[in-house]
């Protein structure tokens, strides 16, 4: 992607200049002849002109390749390199396009085309990717069957479908179903395999495998058990089907997503698939069945339907996280998955949607494509999946799923699309509910309420902020889940969604007995900012008595930002009756743990920062951290007494198991434990730490520890422990950047950078560096600035080797303009410098330009 002249004008594409390519792909037929810094690639490709195309241009993308030769149905060409790929001269009628190119996977430390990590080949083509493997018309609607042949002397070698054939140096692979380039894959290398296998609910038989590097077979078996749970699930629930007689999934270290879902082969970086419970947390165990699941749930929502060009990301993605939620739900607790999404939207959605970079779910423009893998894109597409299927409920949706596998399956699709399937499902006009693709922003709505007479009435104001190149915004179609309890307790109006459309809106409710107790946007039905007024012990009392666990968990939350945003603003003691109310909730056995634990953890820093930005003041994030610590402190003391009978009575005894049940219960003691550590010294802790036979505890105790000032042996102990696990050794170097205090943050990550086992060259390890510091929130904008340099100096020595995670790193600045003067300056003077940086990435140029000037 560094192809362009140093600060050559950037290009912009734009949705409305869509156009289809002027061939059909028949065909297309790869031989790869391996060699690290000199792989050839032959292709031999048919093409078709379209009898109606509007344009035939021969234009194929080509990056980073050296053109050997090409052909025409057999006769040598010579095509024209122009920017960013070739043009040539061709037939009229049906041809053969041949090329032979040569690229160097040894040098491709940007992890994208065919690259090689650990001494094997692996490739990554989303979003425009396959373009650096070899000329090919690289876009999404462009569809064929692929054949591949691959020579070399690597003992496995792996292409997308079936094999057709292996001999001593070549395997063939070929995949029936059409598909866009950007889901081809190839992985060659020593590897080992766990396989498992597969009935679908027609009685076809499916062999499963996850392919790994030698010593890591033992990390495979949750990963397969997850895999099996998915494909069961997509049949039982969605009545959706594996379409293969294979299915391989491969671990690789260096890889700048999670995962890829390319046809009949997966990608994951192996984070996202390894798992043991010495070696990973609950949280890990979460996230990778998840990521399986969705990566394998692509195979119909991405794969079997795609989508026309990447302005349509949200089609697949959106689509697949709500898929992959449901799934987790289902396979877990609903309300705990809900509140842990909430969470995530609210840290990495709002901040973006309320920011510089703030854009549609279906963004209208853009100059790389990569730098749109975004929360907005992912989350906020589910959010708005999940609003649908609210306003058309559940049989509808299902109606218009069904409908949309059926009239779209094999096809390139468009979010026009995807809602004309709901409306001729259900009859329904969602012309005002297409708003939510195509502008930014949070909405505000403001709540007020009237009782009188036996009525009970609530009016809603919507409005969202201005974002860049969006002044004005209409109103959105916004339900809005409503419940009404009694002051005393008990549900008078079960939940209702009501259907906000317009700026302003009542809703009235009569034969009350008395003024109800609201309990709105339940399940956090809408990504919504809710204002209201209202008071703390209306909160307290929905805490107790909310009979929607979301909402309970929320008016907890609610009441947790009140009390800090007073300490900060006032200087005020923690809140007694908020206190008490917690108190009395960690003592409640009746509780599920996993829900107490929620209830415990505190609003993170940056959400106070955001909180205080939304009233007009500038967050001050020293202040930030002084209040959170009071209030930890403060807690710990009230609890002083019961600590050490809760940290016993919460211990999970017997052999560990992820599942969530346990991880629920261990994550209340590890809340616990952290809390129990500020008073006794690091006592229990330390026990904990050398007991402990599984990474969720072990982990646990070093955090509190390391929190507290006293784990500097353990700390040791654990990097001898782990010095040659990848994986935990990430969570090592982030671990003690996450635990430093604001004064020392900057300094301990400058020195972790210059430990030898830091790297540019594999993104796990920067992001656990780079990462850490920018989520301490109090250390990264320490006043001194130093966090903001040391992020800015590494982001510039990054972006040569690897630029697409640069320019998502570069998000960390985001929110520069939430905080004081002093430190927009010093902030602006980071981008500055980046910007200037000579032969910037267009990746980072774009986040970089977007951040100054908004
Ligand atoms: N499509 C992948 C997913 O969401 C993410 C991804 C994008 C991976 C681009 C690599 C490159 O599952
Ligand atoms: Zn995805």
Do not use: H
């Given at each position: 992607m560094n192809d362009a002249a140093p600060n050559a004008a950037p290009q912009t594409f734009y949705l409305k200049d869509y156009k289809p390519f002027?061939?059909?792909?028949?065909s297309v037929k790869l031989t790869f002849q391996l060699s690290p810094n000199a792989t050839k690639v032959h292709s031999a490709i048919r093409f078709t002109p379209k009898a109606d195309a509007e344009d035939n241009r021969f234009f194929l993308h080509g990056e980073q390749l050296s053109l050997i030769s090409a052909k025409i149905d057999g006769t040598p060409v010579t095509a024209r390199l122009v920017d960013g790929g070739l043009e040539c001269d061709v037939p009229r009628t049906s041809f053969l396009w041949e090329a032979e190119v040569e690229i160097d996977p040894a040098a491709n430390?940007?992890?994208?085309g065919l690259y090689m990590s650990n001494g094997m080949y692996c490739t990554q083509c989303?979003?425009?990717?396959?373009r650096k493997i070899t000329y090919y018309p690289?876009?999404?609607?462009?569809m064929s069957t692929f054949t591949v042949r691959i020579e070399g002397d690597e003992p496995v070698m792996l292409s997308n479908g079936n094999p057709t054939g292996a001999g001593e140096g070549w395997a063939e692979w070929h995949d029936p179903w059409p598909k866009p380039a950007y889901l081809f894959a190839l992985v060659a290398g020593d590897l080992v395999n766990h396989p498992g296998s597969f009935t679908t609910k027609s009685g076809k038989d499916v062999e499963l495998n996850i392919w790994v590097r030698p010593?890591?077979?033992?990390?495979?078996a949750f990963g397969m058990e997850a895999l099996k749970k998915s494909m069961k699930w997509d049949e039982d629930v969605y009545g959706l089907e594996y379409d293969l007689d294979l299915f391989n999934i491969v671990a690789v270290?260096?890889?700048?997503?999670?995962?890829m879902e390319n046809k009949g082969l997966n990608i994951f970086n192996s984070s996202c698939v390894l798992a043991s419970p010495e070696t990973s947390t609950d949280a890990n165990f979460e996230r990778i069945e998840a990521i399986i699941a969705h990566e394998y749930f692509h195979?119909?929502?991405?794969?079997?339907i795609t989508c026309r060009?990447?302005?349509?990301?949200?089609?697949k993605e959106g689509l697949t996280v709500f898929r992959d939620a449901q799934f987790t739900a289902d396979m877990r607790s609903e309300p705990v998955k809900r509140i842990d999404d909430v969470i995530t939207l609210r840290a990495r959605q709002f901040p973006e949607d309320n920011g510089p970079l703030a854009h549609p779910?279906?963004?209208?423009?853009?100059?790389?494509?990569?730098?749109?893998?975004?929360a907005t894109v992912y989350e906020k597409g589910a959010e708005v999946i999940g609003m649908l299927k609210r306003l058309v409920g559940d049989d509808n949706y299902y109606k218009a799923l069904k409908l949309y596998f059926e009239r779209h399956d094999g096809q390139a699709c468009t979010i026009e699309d995807w809602l004309k399937v709901f409306e001729d499902a259900t009859?329904?006009?969602?012309s005002q509910f297409k708003l939510w693709y195509s502008q930014a922003g949070t909405p505000r709505v403001k709540v007020t309420e009237d009782y009188a007479d036996g009525t009970y009435t609530l009016t809603f104001e919507q409005s969202t902020p201005p974002t860049p190149g969006q002044p004005d915004k209409a109103p959105r179609v916004i339900p809005v889940a409503v419940g009404l309890l009694s002051p005393?307790?008990?549900?008078?109006r079960g939940t209702e969604v009501l259907e906000l459309t317009e700026a302003k809106q009542s809703f009235t409710f009569g034969g009350l007995a008395s003024k109800p107790v609201p309990s709105i946007l339940r399940e956090f039905s809408a990504p919504v900012i809710l204002e209201r007024e209202t008071t703390n012990s209306e909160r307290a009392f929905l805490l107790a008595h909310d009979t929607d666990p979301f909402n309970r968990w929320e008016a907890g939350n609610a009441l947790a930002k009140e009390v800090r945003v007073a300490m900060v603003l006032d200087?005020?003691?923690?809140?007694a009756a908020y206190l008490d109310a917690l108190e009395k909730l960690v003592r409640d056995?009746?509780?599920?743990p996993a829900f107490r634990a929620l209830v415990l953890s505190p609003p993170s820093q940056s959400d106070i920062a955001q909180t205080l930005h939304e009233r007009g003041h500038t967050p001050d994030p020293q202040k930030i951290y002084d209040a959170a610590e009071t209030f930890t402190q403060t807690l710990a003391q009230q609890l002083e007494t019961s600590l050490p009978r809760l940290y016993a009575a919460t211990t999970v005894e017997g052999p560990y198991v992820p599942d969530a049940d346990g991880a629920g219960k261990r994550a209340l003691n590890g809340r616990i434990l952290s809390l129990l550590t500020r008073l006794d010294g690091g006592e229990q802790a330390a026990r904990q730490y050398a007991s402990a036979d599984n990474m969720t505890q072990q982990y646990a105790a070093l955090a509190a520890l390391m929190k507290a000032e006293k784990g500097e042996t353990q700390s040791k102990a654990f990097f001898e422990q782990w010095q040659d696990d990848r994986l935990v050794m990430d969570k090592w170097f982030a671990l003690q950047i996450a635990c430093a205090a604001p004064e020392t943050t900057a300094a301990t990550a400058k020195e972790l950078t210059q430990h030898?086992?830091?790297?540019?060259?594999n993104p796990n390890r920067f992001r656990a560096v780079m990462g850490a510091l920018a989520g301490n929130h109090a250390g990264f904008h320490h006043a001194s600035g130093a966090g903001y340099q040391l992020l800015a100096e590494n982001l510039i020595a990054l972006d040569s080797v690897n630029p697409q995670t640069t320019a998502r790193m570069c998000?960390?600045?985001?929110?520069?303009?939430?905080?004081?003067s002093e430190r927009q300056a010093q902030i602006q003077a980071e981008l500055e410098r980046i910007l200037a940086?000579?032969?910037?990435s267009r990746d980072t140029h774009e986040m970089v330009s977007r951040m100054l000037s908004a």
């Open positions: 002027g061939y059909e792909v028949e430390t940007a992890l994208e989303e979003a425009e990717g396959f690289d876009r999404p609607d462009v010593g890591d077979e033992g990390k495979c270290d260096d890889f700048n997503m999670g995962a195979n119909w929502t991405g794969n079997r060009d990447w302005f349509q990301l949200c089609l779910p279906r963004p209208e423009e853009f100059q790389e494509i990569n730098n749109f893998y975004t009859g329904r006009d969602l005393n307790g008990g549900e008078v200087g005020a003691a923690p809140d056995d009746e509780q599920d030898p086992l830091f790297s540019m060259k998000a960390a600045f985001q929110t520069w303009k939430r905080y004081d940086t000579s032969g910037l």
